[in-house]
């Protein structure tokens, strides 16, 4: 049974950090570009990054650039978030997920494989 677990979220303040962790099981991942999505309240699920299979290729969304880094150990079958400089508006539910393609995709809609999510809530 193909599984991918988060890991990392918790209660933080305004300017802190925090690393999410994604752990793959079932299968390997390490073909696959993953991405990590985030859901708000009342929002729909937005893309944050993505990653391609050996970590060359990189995006992020534009309020992340410059505070996320995606990164993956493909011996692990792990991808991570590190997340600095966290906003009150960073809050959400994060999820990480597998593409079916062969390029790192910005699209909810190419992933076919979710985590089940882990909360990131940053007060003021």
């Known amino acids: 049974q193909v599984q991918l677990v988060e890991s990392g979220g918790g209660l933080v303040q305004a300017g802190d950090s925090l690393r999410l962790s994604c752990a793959a099981s079932?299968?390997?991942?390490?073909?696959?570009?993953m991405g990590w999505f985030r859901q708000a309240p009342g929002k729909e699920r937005e893309f944050v990054a993505t990653?391609?299979?050996?970590?060359?290729?990189?995006y992020y969304t534009d309020s992340v650039k410059g505070r996320f880094t995606i990164s993956r150990d493909n011996a692990k079958n792990t991808v991570y978030l590190q997340m600095d400089s966290l906003k009150p508006e960073d809050t959400a539910v994060y999820y990480c997920?597998?593409?079916?393609?062969?390029?790192?995709?910005?699209?909810?809609?190419?992933?076919?494989?979710w985590g089940q999510g882990t909360q990131v809530t940053v007060s003021s």
């Open positions: 990653i391609n299979w050996n970590g060359a290729i990189t």
């Open positions: 997920a597998a593409t079916r393609t062969g390029a790192p995709s910005t699209n909810r809609y190419d992933y076919i494989y």
């Open positions: 079932g299968r390997t991942f390490n073909y696959n570009p």
